[in-house]
């Protein structure tokens, strides 16, 4: 038997797979998900939800029936389970501002190629540059909050934090994690460590819900000042891809120190497979470094291992948070 011959379709098909995020962007923009809630029993009464043309209507229902955001429901249509639960405006559940963060990085990812030949400087942190404002950073966690109030929630469900007293959270961003984490434990205070811009937002964001006597924030670049003492939990979630492995284990090894003996260490991070083949997500975050020249680069679940027992940590875990996104990975300072 002989292996087949190689065809074009497959690159072809990948060279149009940016027109798939392009129709996600733009239902969720028109509200598409919430008129097929709404009007979902024909094209006719979707285009006249929406107030747009049948024909458009006609282009998007095609468009999403083939990516499987929207499915035949009789003569009518209904969404899938996940857009309904996730990209219906007005649900509590919408999480429609983060499913369409990405859209603003849109130029910059067509600029890629360019960018691969620039010489590497390095020196830019995550993503923030001097155009980074408050105003910017209120949007970006209003987004970020929107998905990670509930994983947050999730990962309370997976750590007992029962006992602890002080969580130090690096790039905490929202506060979301300490903010559930308060919620539930009320005997915890937890101190989000982030840049000048976000404070002010995690600030609103525990204020809103109500625990900002137990959650406070302070001005902190994590991979250049020293952390405040007293802390039994440090975590830093979704900021691993955006660092290179010398600056995350220099934190691990801040977080080490400043840690309470007995005390736990969790990052919830973007971890890529150990043969650097997927996920997606976590390797396209490690790619973000050509786009915005910072120390960006993949980490596995062996490289955040070393990580964590370089630094001393005990009982050194990794497990599946949020799957294909998030892996979470665990150490113990011993007491
Ligand atoms: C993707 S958000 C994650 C927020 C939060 N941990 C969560 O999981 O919802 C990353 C956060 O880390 C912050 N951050 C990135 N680099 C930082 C640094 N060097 N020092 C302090 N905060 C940083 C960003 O400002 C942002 O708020």
Same mark, same amino acid.
């Given at each position: @038997?002989? *292996? ?39 094209? *006719? ?5 929406? &107030? ?7 282009? @998007? ?14 003569? &009518?249509?209904?969404?899938?389970? $996940? ?98 984490? +308060? ?37 902190? $670049? ?28 220099? !934190?691990?090894?801040? +977080? ?5 003996? &007995? ?51 005990? $009982? !050194? ?19």
């Amino acid at each position: @038997m002989t *292996e087949p011959r190689p065809t074009t379709v497959r690159l072809q098909k990948m060279s149009w797979a940016f027109t798939e995020s392009a129709v996600l962007f733009g239902a969720i923009e028109v509200g598409f998900f919430t008129a097929v809630d709404r009007a979902g029993g024909s094209a *006719e009464a979707i285009a006249a939800d929406l &107030g747009i043309s049948l024909a458009n209507t006609q282009r @998007m229902i095609v468009a999403l029936l083939t990516v499987g955001l929207i499915e035949r429901d009789g003569e &009518g249509f209904r969404n899938a389970p $996940d857009v309904e639960r996730f990209l219906v405006r007005d649900k509590p559940s919408y999480a429609g501002a983060w499913i369409h963060w990405f859209h603003h990085r849109w130029g910059e990812w067509g600029k890629l190629g360019q960018r691969l030949a620039d010489p590497e400087p390095g020196e830019v942190m995550g993503h923030y540059d001097d155009s980074f404002t408050v105003e910017h950073a209120r949007s970006y966690h209003q987004a970020t909050a929107s998905v990670g109030m509930g994983a947050a929630r999730k990962f309370l469900r997976e750590v007992d934090l029962l006992g602890r007293r002080k969580i130090l959270d690096l790039g905490g961003g929202s506060g979301a994690y300490s903010i559930q984490a +308060a919620k539930q434990y009320p005997e915890i205070t937890a101190v989000v460590l982030d840049l000048p811009e976000v404070v002010v937002v995690a600030r609103e964001f525990a204020t809103e819900h109500e625990v900002a006597e137990r959650v406070s924030a302070e001005a902190c $670049d994590f991979t250049a000042d020293p952390f405040p003492g007293g802390a039994d939990v440090i975590m830093m979630n979704s900021n691993l891809p955006m660092y290179s492995a010398e600056v995350i284990r220099s !934190v691990v090894q801040k +977080a080490f120190d400043a840690l309470e003996p &007995g005390g736990e260490m969790h990052i919830c991070g973007e971890m890529v497979n150990e043969d650097w083949n997927g996920p997606l997500i976590p390797v396209m975050c490690a790619v973000h470094g050509a786009l915005d020249h910072s120390t960006a680069l993949p980490h596995t679940p062996s490289d955040c291992i070393g990580y964590f027992e370089d630094a001393g940590f005990r $009982d !050194v875990r990794v497990r599946e948070f949020i799957p294909d996104i998030l892996q979470h990975i665990s150490g113990r300072k011993p007491g």
